[in-house]
C-alpha cells in the first residue's frame, strides 16, 4: 500500500510540476498569429464507474470491461508549423485499455498503437475438467472409474430423457470460472519523407490472443464435450514499403512478412465415460477396439487434437498508377503470396489398444506416420488492372481486369488409414487434397451523364473460378449493372440500382460427389449454378439545410438450380426497409430517428438415408425441407442539445435491435416422422420453437463547462438483452447453465438474458 | 475495494506519468517553437493571379478557423496547401474574385462542383498511398466522391469526416450494414473497437468488396485471425475459398456470425447418408443424444476443427 501511495503521489506531482511550465510556454506563446501558429488541445479525463448487471454479465460486457473503479481517459495535441504530436489513453488500467501516440513532420512520421480488446463469452461457465498442464486437461479419476464401471447411481453422460432427467456426477465437480479471452495488439509504424515524392515506411505490428474459448472435444456420437480450448499465440507482422508519387504517376513495391505462432499446439483431454482405453480382448477387425465405440462410447481414455499451426506467409507486391490525357487514370497492382505450415504432426492416436502390433498388421498405416511434419504450401499470385476515363463531362468509362491464384501445393498426405474419434481405425481410402482455385475476373462500365446532376451507368462482368477438389471445376457469372446516381441537388439524392448475375457450372463431377457419400442431386452453394437479383434504392430529400429525410429500400433473390439440382440450398431471400430523419434547426439542437426492418429467408432440401445399397439413399418419401425465416428490426434515436442550457452539453441515445428466426421443417420425411409416435406417444418429429432476442440501448450523457479549462459530467447507460434460443441450455426453471445436458458434457455456455447499467462521473480538465 | 484500489493507483500512475510524458513534450515544444517561429514557412502571398492567403482571410476568417488544426494546415507538410498556395491550392487563383468584391463564379466553389470534378481536385494531390486506387473504384463509379464523405472546413469526426464517426457516415447510404453492428454477435463496432475503415478501404484497393488487405476474402479475414490461416494438412473446401459462404462479417444473429444456425448451415452442403442428412428439430433436442448436434455448438461439438484441421485424422475435423 506504500509503495502503491508513493508510486501515484510520484506521478501527481510529476505531472502538476509539469502542467505549470505547459501552461507557461502555453502563455508565452500568445503571440499574433503571423509569428506562432501553434495549437495544443487535449483533454484530461477522470472519474468513476459503477455497473450493476442482473442475467448474463459477459453477453453486457461482450468487448469491454466495465467493472467498477476509476476510469480514465487522455487526449492531446500539439501542432507546430514544424510537426505535429499527439498521443490518446483510453480505459487506462482496463482490460479494453487503448494507447495511442503518432509523430508528423516533414520528413517522418510515427504512429504507435497498443490495444486491448477482450471477448467475454460467460463468466457463468463452469468445467468438471482441471487444466493440469499446457493444453491438458484432466478430469477427477474416481468419477472416471465409476462412470466406465457403470456404477449403480452413477451417470456420466445422460444418452436418453429418462437419464436426463438426473444429475452427472461432473455436475457436481464442475468448478465455475470466467470464460474470456484477449487480444492485445502493439504496433509501430514509420513513414520517412525522403522528398516530396518519396516515402518509405516500415511497420511492426504484434498481436497476441491469451484466455480460453469454447471448443469441441468429443469421443463419440453420443458423448460430445466442450471444453475451454486454452489460448496462447502471437501474430508477428512486419512490413516494408517504398512510395513514390508526383502528379504524373506513382509506383509502390512493399515487403509484408507474417509470422503466427502457436504455444499450445494439441489439446489432451480425459474422457468423462472412461478411464482405460477399451479392449475386448478380440483380434481386427472385431477388435480389440470395439468397432462400434465412435457412436457407443467405448473408445480410448484420453483424447488428443491438433489446434492451430504455427504459419508464416510472405507477401511481395507493387502498385503503380498513371494519369495521361482526358482525365485518364490507369493503375495496376501485382503481388506474390507465399504462405507456408510445416508443424510437427500430432501421432495417429492416443489410443494405446489402438497403437499395438496386432492392429497394425491389419492397419499398417497406422503403425507410423507417413511423414513427421505437414509440409503444407500454397502461393498466391494476384494481379489487377483498371482503366478509368472522362474523356467528356457527358461520359465516362472504366473497366477492370483481375486475376487470383490460390495455388495449394501441399504433399498431399496419405490417410487411407486413420482412427476415428481416437476410438477406431477405419479404412479411407483417400489422402488429403489441396484445393486450388484460378479466379478471372473482367469488369467494364459505360457512365452517362445526360440529364443535369445525374449519371446513368451500365455495366458488365464476367467471372470465372476454376477449382480442384469441387463438384465443378469451373464457374462462370455473367454479371449485369445498371445505376442511376442523382447527386448534387441541394433538395435530393437519389441512387438505385439493379443487378442480375447468371452463374453457370462447367466440369461437373457427380464422382466427386460420390465420393463424398454426396447425393448425386447436391449442388454446394458456393458453387452451384444460380440467379441472382439485387436491386436498391436510396432517397435522400433535402427540403432545407436543417431537415433530412432518407428513406433505402433493397431486395435481393438467390435462386439456384441447374441440371440435376435436387439437394442443397435451394432459394435466399432478403428485403430491407430503412427510413429516418435528421433534424437540426440550430447549432445546439440535433434530433435523428430512424426505423430499419429486414426479412431474410432461405429454403433448403436434403434425404434422411442410410447410405447405398439400402434403397433409402434414392426414396424421395424420406426428403426433408428447411424453411429459415428471420425478421429483423432496427431503430435508433439521438437527441443533442449542445449548449442549448449555457454552457451545458446533454446528449440521448436509444438503439433497438430484435430478431425473430423461424426454422420449419416440411416434406414427406418431417410428415412420415410427425405421424410416428415413439414408446412414450411422442411424434417422432416436433417443430422448433422460433429462436428470438431483443436488444436495446440507452445513453444519456451531460456535461456541464464550469469554465473554459474545468468540466464535469455524468453519463448512464442502460442496456437490455432478451433472448430465447433452443440451443441453449439451462437447469430447469433458472437462467443458470446446465453443462450435463443430452449426450453432451460442456462449458454451459450460451445466449442468456441480462440487464445492465453503467454510470460515470467524471471531472474534465481541457487544455 | 482491492481490485477498485488496484485499477485506481495503476490507473492514476499511468496518468500522471503520461501526463508528465506530454507535458514534457510540450515544453520541449515550446522551447523549440521559438526556432518553429523564425523558421515558419511564410503564408501564401500574393502573386500573379494569386490573392494570397490573407486577403481570403480578411473576408473568411471562419473558414481558416476551421481548417488550422487539420491536415491541410500543416505547413510542415511540404504538399500540404498550407505549405503551398494556402486556400488557392484548392480553390484556385483568386485575385479577381477578390477584386470583384466576392463574385462566386471568379473563384471555385468546392461544394458546388460536379462530384467527379471535385473528386479530381483532391486526388489532384490525395493520389497516393491509401487513395492511390481511387479512379474507377466503387465509390467513384457511383458518384460518391470526395467531399461525399469529407469536409475540410465543417468536419465533425476524423478524418475530416461530415459525420463524428466512420459507421455514422457510412450509415447515410449503408444503412442496413451498419444496422448489423446491433445484432446479438457482432464485431467490435459498436464499442468502438473497430471501424469500417478497420477491414475496408473505401477510396479504392486491390481486393475485392473494397477490402484493404490482401487480394482476397480469406487474406483479409486472417490479416487478423491468422490462426485461421494454414494452410492445414485437411483443408475444408468453403473456407479455403471465402469466409463469407459461413460467416457474416458485419454481425449475425447467430452464434459466430454465422449466416444460418448450425446444424442448418452445415446441412446446406452436406447431404450424405446417416446423421449429417437427419432432421434435428425439438424431439431430437428432448429425446436422445442426438441433442448434442442441435444444442450448444452443434456439429462443431465434434468437428471442431472446421476450418481446417492439422492432425492425421484431420480428414472429418474430428481431431
Same mark, same amino acid.
Given at each position: ?767 | ?143 460518391? &466522391? *470526395?467531399? $461525399? @464523405? %469529407?469536409? =475540410? #472546413? ?6 475530416? !469526416? /461530415? +459525420? ?30 473497430? &471501424? *469500417?475503415? $478497420? @477491414? %475496408?478501404? =473505401? #477510396? ?6 473494397? !477490402? /484493404? +488487405? ?31 459462404? *459461413?460467416?457474416?462479417? %458485419? ?69
Amino acid at each position: 500500500m506504500r509503495n502503491r501511495l508513493m508510486i501515484v503521489t510520484a506521478a501527481l506531482l510529476l505531472a502538476s510540476a509539469t502542467l505549470a511550465p505547459v501552461q507557461a510556454s502555453a502563455q508565452s506563446q500568445e503571440q499574433p498569429a503571423a509569428s506562432a501558429a501553434a495549437s495544443t488541445k487535449g483533454i484530461f479525463d477522470v472519474g468513476f464507474r459503477g455497473t450493476s448487471v442482473t442475467g448474463d454479465e459477459a453477453r453486457y460486457e461482450r468487448y469491454s470491461d466495465l467493472q467498477n473503479g476509476a476510469n480514465i481517459n487522455l487526449s492531446f495535441r500539439k501542432q507546430t508549423d514544424t510537426y505535429l504530436f499527439g498521443a490518446d489513453a483510453q480505459n487506462v488500467g482496463y482490460r479494453d485499455q487503448q494507447y495511442s501516440a503518432l509523430y508528423k513532420s516533414g520528413k517522418v512520421n510515427f504512429s504507435f498503437l497498443y490495444d486491448s480488446i477482450p471477448l467475454n463469452y460467460g463468466y457463468n461457465t463452469s468445467t468438471p475438467w482441471v487444466e493440469s498442464g499446457k493444453g491438458k486437461w484432466t478430469l477427477d479419476t474416481a468419477a472416471r472409474t465409476a462412470v466406465q464401471n457403470k456404477q449403480a447411481g452413477i451417470l456420466g453422460i445422460a444418452t436418453t430423457a429418462a437419464q436426463a432427467a438426473q444429475a452427472s456426477i461432473y455436475r457436481a465437480l464442475a468448478k465455475p470460472f470466467n470464460l474470456t479471452q484477449k487480444r492485445d495488439s502493439l504496433g509501430f509504424d514509420v513513414t520517412y519523407n525522403a522528398t516530396s515524392e518519396l516515402g518509405i515506411t516500415a511497420a511492426v505490428l504484434s498481436t497476441a490472443k491469451t484466455g480460453y474459448q469454447p471448443w469441441g472435444a468429443s469421443f463419440a456420437f453420443s458423448y460430445a464435450n466442450e471444453l475451454p480450448l486454452p489460448l496462447d499465440h502471437r501474430t508477428n507482422d512486419i512490413s516494408l514499403a517504398a512510395e513514390w508519387a508526383n502528379q504524373k504517376g506513382m509506383f509502390r513495391v512493399a515487403w509484408e512478412g507474417s509470422w503466427f505462432k502457436n504455444q499450445i499446439q494439441s489439446l489432451e483431454w480425459d474422457n468423462p465415460v472412461r478411464i482405460t482405453d477399451f479392449s475386448n480382448g478380440r483380434e481386427p477387425l472385431l477388435g480389440p477396439y470395439d468397432p462400434s465405440g465412435y457412436s457407443n462410447g467405448n473408445g480410448p481414455a484420453f483424447g488428443r487434437q491438433s489446434t492451430f499451426p504455427d504459419s508464416n506467409q510472405n507477401t511481395v507486391s507493387f502498385l503503380a498508377l498513371v494519369k495521361l490525357a482526358k482525365r485518364t487514370v490507369i493503375n495496376g497492382a501485382f503481388s506474390v503470396v507465399d504462405n507456408t505450415q510445416n508443424d510437427t504432426l500430432i501421432p495417429w492416436t492416443s489410443n494405446s489398444v489402438i497403437n499395438q502390433p496386432v492392429v497394425w498388421a491389419a492397419f499398417p498405416e497406422l503403425a507410423k506416420l507417413e511423414r513427421a511434419t505437414a509440409e503444407a504450401k500454397v502461393r498466391g499470385v494476384n494481379g489487377q488492372v483498371n482503366f478509368s476515363s472522362r474523356p467528356t463531362n457527358k461520359v465516362g468509362i472504366s473497366a477492370k481486369y483481375r486475376h487470383n491464384t490460390h495455388a495449394n501445393i501441399s504433399r498431399p498426405f496419405n490417410a487411407v488409414e486413420y482412427v476415428r474419434f481416437d476410438a477406431v481405425p477405419e479404412e479411407t481410402g483417400s489422402e488429403s487434397e489441396g484445393h486450388d482455385i484460378v479466379r478471372d475476373t473482367v469488369d467494364a462500365s459505360v457512365s452517362f451523364s445526360l440529364m443535369p446532376l445525374s449519371t446513368l451507368r451500365v455495366g458488365y462482368g464476367y467471372d470465372n473460378v476454376n477449382r480442384t477438389g469441387r463438384a465443378h471445376s469451373d464457374m462462370r457469372d455473367n454479371i449485369f449493372r445498371v445505376t442511376l446516381d442523382t447527386t448534387g441537388n441541394p433538395y435530393l439524392v437519389l441512387r438505385v440500382g439493379y443487378e442480375m448475375n447468371k452463374r453457370k457450372g462447367f466440369g461437373f463431377s457427380e464422382m466427386a460427389l460420390e465420393e463424398g457419400g454426396a447425393q448425386p442431386g447436391l449442388r454446394f452453394y458456393d458453387e452451384a449454378e444460380r440467379d441472382r437479383n439485387r436491386a436498391n434504392l436510396l432517397f435522400t430529400l433535402m427540403p432545407t439545410s436543417t431537415v433530412d429525410i432518407t428513406a433505402s429500400v433493397a431486395y435481393g433473390k438467390d435462386a439456384y438450380k441447374g441440371p440435376g439440382l435436387e439437394f442443397g440450398l435451394l432459394d435466399a431471400n432478403t428485403t430491407s426497409y430503412n427510413v429516418g430523419i435528421n433534424f437540426t434547426p440550430t447549432d445546439q439542437v440535433a434530433f435523428g430517428a430512424n426505423f430499419g426492418r429486414e426479412n431474410f429467408s432461405s429454403l433448403q432440401k436434403s434425404r434422411a438415408a442410410s447410405p447405398p445399397p439400402s434403397p433409402q439413399f434414392s426414396d424421395p418419401t424420406r426428403d426433408w425441407t428447411l424453411d429459415n425465416d428471420e425478421k429483423v428490426n432496427n431503430v435508433d434515436v439521438y437527441l443533442d442539445l449542445m449548449n442549448l442550457i449555457s454552457k451545458t452539453d446533454i446528449k440521448f441515445g436509444y438503439v433497438f435491435s430484435d430478431s425473430d428466426n423461424a426454422y420449419v421443417h416440411g416434406g414427406p420425411w418431417v410428415a412420415t416422422l410427425r405421424a410416428t409416435l415413439d414408446a412414450t406417444g411422442q411424434p417422432t418429429s416436433q417443430a422448433l420453437p422460433n429462436v428470438t432476442n431483443s436488444w436495446q440501448q440507452l445513453r444519456a450523457e451531460l456535461r456541464v463547462h464550469a469554465s473554459a479549462k474545468v468540466g464535469f459530467g455524468l453519463e448512464y447507460r442502460y442496456e437490455k438483452l432478451d433472448v430465447s434460443d433452443y440451443a441453449t441450455i439451462n437447469l430447469p426453471g433458472t437462467d443458470q447453465p446446465r453443462i450435463d445436458y443430452l449426450g453432451a458434457i460442456t462449458t454451459g455456455y450460451g445466449n442468456r438474458p441480462y440487464k445492465g447499467s453503467t454510470g460515470f462521473a467524471r471531472i474534465f480538465y481541457f487544455f | 475495494m482491492h481490485s477498485f484500489c488496484k485499477t485506481f493507483f495503476r490507473g492514476a500512475a499511468l496518468a500522471g506519468l503520461v501526463a508528465g510524458l506530454l507535458a514534457s513534450a510540450g515544453t520541449a515544444s515550446a522551447a523549440t517553437s521559438g526556432k518553429a517561429t523564425v523558421q515558419q514557412a511564410p503564408a501564401a502571398k500574393a502573386q500573379g493571379e494569386y490573392a494570397g492567403q490573407d486577403t481570403c482571410l480578411g473576408c473568411h476568417e471562419d473558414k481558416a478557423a476551421a481548417v488550422k488544426d487539420g491536415p491541410h494546415a500543416r505547413a510542415f507538410n511540404p504538399n500540404s496547401p498550407a505549405a503551398t498556395a494556402g486556400c488557392e491550392s484548392c480553390h484556385g487563383a483568386g485575385k479577381a474574385h477578390a477584386e470583384a468584391g466576392g463574385d462566386k463564379s471568379l473563384i471555385k466553389g468546392i461544394s458546388k462542383l460536379p462530384v467527379n470534378q471535385s473528386s479530381e481536385l483532391c486526388t489532384s494531390c490525395h493520389d497516393r498511398k491509401k487513395h492511390a486506387l481511387w479512379a474507377g473504384s466503387q465509390h467513384d463509379q457511383r458518384n460518391v &466522391g *470526395c467531399t $461525399s @464523405c %469529407h469536409s =475540410v #472546413h465543417a468536419a465533425k469526426g476524423a478524418p475530416q !469526416l /461530415k +459525420a463524428k464517426s466512420e459507421p455514422e457516415l457510412c450509415a447515410s447510404c449503408h444503412k442496413a450494414i451498419v444496422n448489423k453492428q446491433s445484432r446479438f454477435n457482432h464485431m467490435p463496432v459498436r464499442e468502438s473497437k473497430l &471501424g *469500417c475503415s $478497420s @477491414c %475496408h478501404n =473505401v #477510396h479504392g484497393s486491390t481486393n475485392m468488396k473494397l !477490402l /484493404k +488487405a490482401g487480394t482476397t476474402v480469406d487474406e483479409s479475414c486472417t490479416s487478423c485471425h491468422s490462426e485461421k490461416r494454414g494452410p492445414y494438412l485437411w483443408e475444408h473446401a468453403p473456407v479455403a475459398d471465402a469466409c463469407v459462404t *459461413c460467416h457474416d462479417p %458485419h454481425g449475425s444473429n447467430n452464434d459466430r456470425m454465422l449466416v444460418a444456425k448450425a446444424p442448418f448451415l452445415c446441412q446446406r452442403c452436406h447431404v450424405t447418408a446417416r446423421h449429417p442428412p437427419t432432421v434435428y428439430d425439438s424431439y431430437a433436442l428432448k429425446n436422445s443424444s442426438a441433442a448434442n448436434r442441435i444444442s450448444g455448438r452443434s456439429c462443431l461439438v465434434c468437428h471442431q476443427l472446421i476450418h481446417g484441421s492439422n492432425s492425421p485424422n484431420g480428414k472429418a475435423f474430428l481431431r
